[in-house]
Structure formats: C-alpha cells, structure tokens
C-alpha cells in the first residue's frame, strides 16, 4: 500500500477547538459530524421541497430509480436538484459547508454532483465504493474529492444510514480494498439537522432499511479538486433560467465559465538552462 502524501487538512485554517476536533475526527476516520447546522424549521422546509423535486424529476422524465444503482425502488434518488428548487443552491454555498471543502479540498474546487437519496422501507444497499475511485483511478494520495451530508432525517442503522469501512480513507490503491470489507462496516449516526463530512477516498455503501415506517432522506453534495472532471456537465443540466440567476463565484464552483483547471497545479521550476 503506497503511502499517502498528505492527509490534506490545512491547519492553520483551524483557529477554534471545537472545529479543530472535528478536523481531528475528519483526519483520523475519514469523516465527521457536525450537529445543529440546520434548524428544525429548515430541515423540514428543505425536506417538503425535496419531495416535490423527486416528482418534479419524475415529471421532466428523469427517473428516481437507477437499476443499475439499487436493487428496488424503494432507494429513491433525485439527481440535478440545483435545477429543481433554489433551496439546494443556496445549501451547496453555505459556509458551513464551504468551510470544510476549502479546508480539506482547498480554495480551487468544483462542485463535481449534488444529487439526493430517499431510503424508504425495504431500502437495500447499493455497491460499496469510494468517492474519489469514481472520478480518479488512482493513486488516492490526497483527498481530492469529498462530500457533504446534509441529513433531513435522524440517520441511523435501522433505517439505512450510509455504511463506511473504518480507516479506508487511507487506502491509495483498489488492490488493496479488503474482500471482507462489507463484513467490516459501521453505519453513521447523526440527527436530523447534522452533516456529515465524508472524505472522498472514505469507501462506503447505502445501508439497508429495515424499519417498517420510517424514512431516511439525505441531501449530498459532492465537491472536488478543480482538475478533476466533475460528474455531471451543469453546462448541459442547469436551464438557463437557472444560469443566468447564478453569482459569478457559483458559476466558477460549477465550472461555467470559459476557462478551468488553472490554478490546482504545484509548479515546480527545472534547473537554470
């Protein structure tokens, strides 16, 4: 296993123990949860307008079950929410958010996918993967990718929180990702209001549903180093209702502008000709 060059957390960013613990959970487990972002009002505001975007998706002929994805349809997933409702616009620039991608990402990134997912009773799990494998082959030696949480629901194991292999943010190669990692798993918990930052090399999988009444909504926004191509082309997804609405620093976030990728590079100068 090659060994990674950095964990990426910049520290002299971190100035307040309270937030420096959450960076230390970050660095250490590939992951942390920060309590009371979201009032109970926004939280169920948020929610009501995510319902309505799975119709709405729905009804523009985008369908909220991927075969290929979930085993039944039961795992609800709504995909170009940024199009769909303001709310989620205004949730990918909040600052408590953009805190942690500058900090673990750094200033250049993009905003790589911002999707949603509905565990309903009978929920089964997807396949397990690392963010970051998706978009990158590897070596995973940086966190260059990584998501952000913003938990509508209690999120716990009954009612399929996302399951993540404990240390596996430290894995740079697919070789070396255990066979019995399913076996291995944890399941996030965090309440209603709460987001979990998740490194983007951190493999994981949706849990399982198993309660008979409850629901388990998450919305995820998935930030990534500028160099990377992100997953989705917001050129292409976003109306230009939408675009034209957008600040000129969401339009760099989302790579709408004409140039891209100039600034991640670590230039190195060769010796004097």
């Not at 119709?55 to 002929?61: L, M, Y």
């Not at 600052?95 to 673990?104: N, Q, R, S």
């Not at 983007?200 to 180093?225: D, P, Q």
Request: with cysteine; charged share 25%.
């Amino acid at each position: 296993m090659e060994k990674p060059i950095s964990t990426g957390i910049k520290r002299s960013l971190v100035d307040d123990k309270a937030r420096g613990k959450l960076f230390d959970d970050l660095e250490a487990n590939g992951f942390c949860v920060v309590e009371n972002v979201l009032t109970a009002a926004e939280v169920s505001g948020i929610r009501k307008k995510l319902l309505d975007a799975a119709i709405e998706s729905n009804r523009r002929g985008v369908p909220t079950h991927i075969p290929s994805l979930d085993p039944n349809d039961a795992n609800v997933r709504v995909f170009n929410l940024l199009d769909l409702d303001p709310v989620f616009l205004e949730l990918m620039e909040r600052p408590e958010a953009i805190e942690f991608v500058k900090t673990l990402v750094g200033d250049d990134f993009i905003v790589s996918n911002f999707t949603a997912n509905i565990a309903r009773p009978g929920a089964q799990s997807m396949h397990a993967h690392s963010d970051l494998g998706i978009v990158f082959p590897g070596p995973w030696l940086k966190p260059w990718s990584m998501n952000v949480l913003w938990c509508l629901d209690d999120v716990h194991h009954d009612n399929g929180a996302t399951r993540y292999l404990p240390n596996s943010h430290k894995i740079t190669s697919a070789k070396d990702v255990p066979h019995d990692m399913l076996d291995n798993m944890l399941s996030f918990n965090a309440k209603a209001g709460s987001i979990i930052i998740m490194d983007g090399r951190l493999w994981h999988t949706s849990g399982e549903n198993v309660t008979e009444n409850e629901e388990r909504a998450i919305v995820f926004g998935y930030y990534s180093a500028a160099f990377l191509r992100p997953q989705v082309n917001w050129n292409v997804l976003l109306a230009e209702t939408t675009q034209r609405n957008l600040s000129p620093l969401t339009r760099r976030w989302l790579g709408l502008n004409g140039t891209a990728n100039m600034l991640s590079a670590d230039f190195i100068e060769g010796p004097d000709q």
